[in-house]
């Protein structure tokens, strides 16, 4: 699968992509436009070429709070959400990592979060690394920090189970996007007292929807 490539569905404002991708920043920049005085950390895992919440920041009152580490294994995705950095503005406070997003290791020094983004994760990877991620969701989020993630909702749907995942693992909901708008996102604040970050321990195998869904992709 060319993950680069991939974004080019951003392209058609139409398109199911774009429509996600407008849900996910209006909620983050509620989110962001509620957040107390002060410095606000963001991490975001497999965060493609940043435009999540590079395409919020630019433009947000509180961009000069933010500070955020993005996490992205394709180096050229990696490459595209610096130079979005820079080109904005917030290289400075934009640290762009190219990495493993599974591996805990790279959020040491900027967790527990005020916001974690989980977007473009849960669909590409096993049932059972969805709920082990909304686990670990703990040890990235801060007493009162919110998590925004998204996952497809092709039949069968999983998003009902992932809430409840979240609300196991000591989160509120605070939004859901409708079962019938193509795609799932989901806010949800930490109620709990964060769990201590153990970079050992992988939180998740990227496999691919392709793979994941042969059934609906079976050029893959």
């Given amino acids: 699968?060319?993950?680069?490539?991939?974004?080019?569905?951003?392209?058609?404002?139409?398109?199911?992509?774009?429509?996600?991708?407008?849900?996910v920043q209006e909620r983050l920049r509620e989110v962001l436009d509620g957040a107390p005085p002060g410095g606000v950390r963001v991490v975001?895992?497999?965060?493609?070429?940043?435009?999540?919440?590079l395409g919020v920041l630019a433009g947000h009152s509180r961009r000069g709070d933010v500070r955020a580490r993005l996490v992205e294994l394709d180096a050229r995705n990696a490459g595209a959400a610096r130079r979005r950095?820079?080109?904005?503005?917030?290289?400075?406070?934009?640290?762009?990592v190219t990495g493993d997003a599974a591996l805990p290791v790279h959020y040491a020094g900027m967790?527990?979060?005020?916001?974690?983004?989980?977007?473009?994760?849960?669909?590409?990877?096993t049932d059972a690394d969805v709920e082990r991620t909304v686990r670990a969701c703990?040890?990235?989020?801060?007493?009162?920090?919110?998590v925004i993630w998204t996952r497809?909702?092709?039949?069968?749907?999983?998003?009902?189970?992932?809430?409840?995942?979240?609300?196991?693992a000591g989160f509120e909901?605070?939004?859901?996007?409708?079962?019938?708008?193509?795609?799932?996102?989901g806010v949800h604040r930490f109620?709990?007292?964060?769990?201590?970050?153990?970079?050992?321990?992988?939180?998740?195998?990227?496999?691919?929807?392709?793979a994941l869904r042969p059934d609906l992709w079976p050029e893959g």
């Fill in 1 to 23: 699968m060319d993950w680069s490539a991939w974004h080019g569905g951003y392209d058609d404002p139409g398109s199911w992509q774009a429509r996600r991708l407008r849900a």
């Fill in 44 to 53: 975001s895992l497999c965060a493609g070429d940043g435009r999540d919440l």
């Fill in 85 to 96: 950095a820079v080109e904005t503005g917030l290289g400075a406070q934009v640290e762009v």
């Fill in 111 to 125: 967790v527990p979060a005020d916001v974690v983004l989980v977007c473009g994760v849960f669909g590409n990877i």
């Fill in 138 to 146: 703990r040890a990235l989020c801060r007493t009162g920090g919110t």
């Fill in 152 to 168: 497809h909702r092709e039949v069968p749907d999983l998003v009902p189970r992932i809430g409840g995942w979240f609300a196991e």
């Fill in 173 to 185: 909901q605070l939004w859901l996007s409708a079962p019938g708008v193509g795609y799932g996102v």
């Fill in 191 to 210: 109620t709990g007292a964060p769990d201590e970050l153990r970079p050992e321990q992988r939180m998740f195998d990227f496999v691919g929807y392709p």
